[in-house]
């Protein structure tokens, strides 16, 4: 078990998975792999970039007291009670993840002061080595996470099944298989939840009956949609947040259903955007803004394939791959409070990003205005960094195999924070 009293970053990186396990109900005691062990172990995995779950194996010596074998880490990636296990510590810490949040860019919009707010999608990791082949191949196993995007809290909700036919599960028939209960993440009821999501998600009989449980969509039209436009809705043109928005229309699809359209002139690629959503009361430039920044799921999926190359299933099983997509948002999790308790105790944030972001946005407004067009208030707001550094990366795995002191590793830090390595 990790000491979350010692001064040192493995300590503090674990600290929140610590208080997890210690309060999970899943959890008990295994002589040969412990719990504990088996939860580090795999979110270790994922962070120090292994070739495979051999190279890893032999790793393990180091890192935990057990001498794991091969088909002992395999058999409790097996573990159905594991996964329970594995959930429940992973629910725990995407908790303790919200709760850290330093910024949350929804938080000065009154209009969602009652969505909880989500990005959704599809994410493939490559079959794992001893995948049974499908017509002569091995098929890529998808996954659907989600992103609080007030948080940035990563969450797995399942593997996509291999349906009769032999063709893999498209996203809207996992979302309906999920049930409205998954889809509400856990939001308290009264609260509203607001899923952007791509193309994917639409099915408008679908939406209707979400709507009744407190859950919306916001997406991109399809070009092959024949919408038929009942009125338009009045939106505030002086709202700075509004900067952009062409028009707000009430249209009907060819099945009778009420959907909202807003049309939306992006003011730095001047490309024209058509969302459509079943949301009618929150201003149309920030369901906009709201669209623009599930972005960032993509940029976690980014750091996930590049960063940690986290590019192949681990294992088989159904049972394995969703152990694995836990243990890889547990990992990014981990990451972002750890990050948010350098910036808020310790003043160290990634000054290489921000200047990056800095200067794009510099080259967005003076695109804009040359363009003669005003950028939303939303857009030239303060932004936190979606994505970490390489060198944040390499810096922690390195503190994570050989533990040092926490100020001696920060003396170490501080430096590639401010620069890249030249």
């Known amino acids: 078990m990790v000491n979350s009293t010692s001064p040192t970053v493995y300590a503090r990186f674990f600290k929140p998975l610590t208080l997890a396990i210690r309060d999970a109900t899943h959890t008990r005691e295994c002589g040969s792999f412990k719990d504990n062990d088996f939860l580090i172990s795999g979110v270790s995995r994922v962070v120090a970039a292994v070739q495979s779950g051999r190279d890893w194996v032999q790793r393990l010596y180091c890192m935990v007291e057990s001498a794991v074998t091969v088909n002992c880490f395999f058999k409790s990636l097996r573990s159905e009670r594991r996964l329970r296990m594995v959930t429940e510590v992973a629910g725990s810490v995407a908790k303790q993840c919200d709760d850290s949040t330093i910024y949350d860019p929804f938080a000065e919009h009154p209009e969602l002061e009652n969505f909880n707010i989500y990005a959704g999608d599809g994410h493939y990791h490559s079959a794992a080595v001893h995948e049974k082949k499908i017509e002569g191949r091995a098929c890529p196993v998808q996954h659907f996470y989600a992103i609080n995007m007030r948080s940035g809290a990563m969450h797995h909700l399942d593997v996509a099944r291999i349906l009769p036919g032999k063709k893999r599960e498209h996203d809207m028939k996992a979302l309906k298989r999920l049930d409205a209960k998954v889809l509400r993440m856990g939001t308290p009821t009264g609260r509203k939840v607001l899923w952007s999501y791509d193309r994917a998600c639409i099915d408008f009989s679908q939406w209707i009956k979400w709507k009744r449980r407190g859950i919306y969509f916001i997406t991109r039209e399809k070009e092959n949609m024949n919408l038929q436009v009942l009125s338009a809705l009045e939106f505030d043109s002086g709202d700075p947040r509004n900067a952009g928005v062409v028009s707000d229309q009430s249209v009907q699809t060819s099945k009778g259903t009420n959907v909202r359209r807003i049309i939306y002139l992006d003011p730095v690629n001047e490309t024209t955007y058509y969302f459509i959503t079943n949301e009618f009361t929150v201003p149309p430039g920030v369901l906009a803004f709201i669209y623009k920044e599930r972005w960032n799921i993509e940029k976690a999926f980014d750091e996930v394939k590049n ?116």
């Not at 750890?338 to 105790?345: D, N, Q, V």
């Open 307 to 422: 960063k940690y190359q986290e590019t192949k299933a681990w294992a088989t099983t159904d049972t394995a791959k969703c152990q694995q997509a836990k243990f890889i948002a547990l990992a990014y999790n981990l990451l972002l409070i750890f990050e948010r308790h350098l910036e808020k105790e310790e003043g160290i944030i990634d000054e290489k990003i921000k200047r990056k972001r800095q200067a794009k946005l510099k080259d967005d407004i003076a695109k804009a205005a040359k363009a003669n067009r005003k950028m939303s208030t939303m857009l030239t707001a303060p932004k936190r960094a979606t994505q970490r550094s390489l060198q944040f990366i390499r810096w922690l795995r390195a503190e994570l195999e050989q533990p040092t002191l926490w100020r001696e590793a920060l003396v170490r830090l501080r430096p590639l924070m401010k620069n890249y390595l030249s």
